[in-house]
């Protein structure tokens, strides 16, 4: 599987947007780029995923740039619960051996 | 629809004993995968089953740890005369079919405490 890298940490003040980078140079073309968050101890959670084109939902957007060597997402309005380790995934659909491999992710901060 | 269910929530377990933990999947799911999480480290992947079947087991250890998801039942992650390294967090998800664009839910995880 490609290799994401995202920065260690990151500060967002409450209420402004949260963009959350990831590096995948080289992600293949059969490889989806997803991001779950875990906030303290909590099981993993699902936030977006996205192939080539840019995706929203209720939770975030996620911003693939044309390439596909990166991505950002985007939480619009960030409050305190947001608070948790971001994880940017590349997944390859490999038939019977499509599970996620989480590095060490961001910790998103959001303050007051 | 309930998420996925894991328990116990907390297990206390004394070094040399067997630790054994449960995970229901979502209605529906029949593929279940099994994380671990040692304290202030990220999540490993552990092995990955369907219905009677281990499809990935790469990341299991190869002495006392055994996974199983029956045709009936929860799926279980079982370990033999467990050590103090084993304490950690325990996550298992679930998703319905195979495949990159499948979504994978994950439960509260069991936290496992070997004494």
């Known amino acids: 599987d490609a290799k994401t890298t995202q920065p260690p940490s990151m500060d967002c003040a409450e209420g402004r947007a949260a963009n959350l980078p990831c590096n995948h140079s080289?992600?293949?073309?059969?490889?989806?780029v997803y991001w779950y968050r875990q906030i303290h101890s909590q099981g993993p959670q699902y936030i977006i995923h996205g192939l080539k084109n840019n995706e929203t939902n209720e939770m975030a957007s996620l911003i693939i740039t044309e390439d596909r060597k990166s991505s950002t997402l985007i939480l619009p309005h960030a409050t305190l619960r947001d608070t948790a380790v971001y994880y940017c995934?590349?997944?390859?659909?490999?038939?019977?051996?499509?599970?996620?491999?989480f590095g060490k992710g961001t910790k998103l901060s959001v303050k007051p | 629809n309930a998420g996925v269910m894991q328990n116990p929530r907390h297990l206390v377990r004394r070094r040399g004993q067997e630790a054994r933990l449960r995970c229901s999947p979502m209605?529906?799911?029949?593929?279940v995968y099994w994380y671990r999480q040692l304290p202030e480290e990220g999540l490993k992947f552990m092995v990955y089953?369907?219905?009677?079947?281990?499809?990935?087991e790469s990341g299991m250890p190869k002495e006392r740890f055994s996974a199983e998801f029956p045709k009936e039942g929860p799926s279980i992650l079982r370990i033999q005369q467990v050590v103090r390294g084993d304490s950690a967090a325990y996550f298992c998800a679930s998703s319905p079919r195979d495949g990159a664009n499948e979504k994978l839910f994950f439960g509260s995880g069991t936290q496992l405490s070997v004494l």
């Open positions: 089953l369907q219905k009677e079947n281990i499809i990935d």
């Open positions: 209605k529906g799911h029949s593929h």
């Open positions: 995934i590349v997944r390859v659909d490999r038939g019977s051996q499509g599970n996620l491999i």
């Open positions: 080289t992600i293949s073309g059969n490889e989806y």
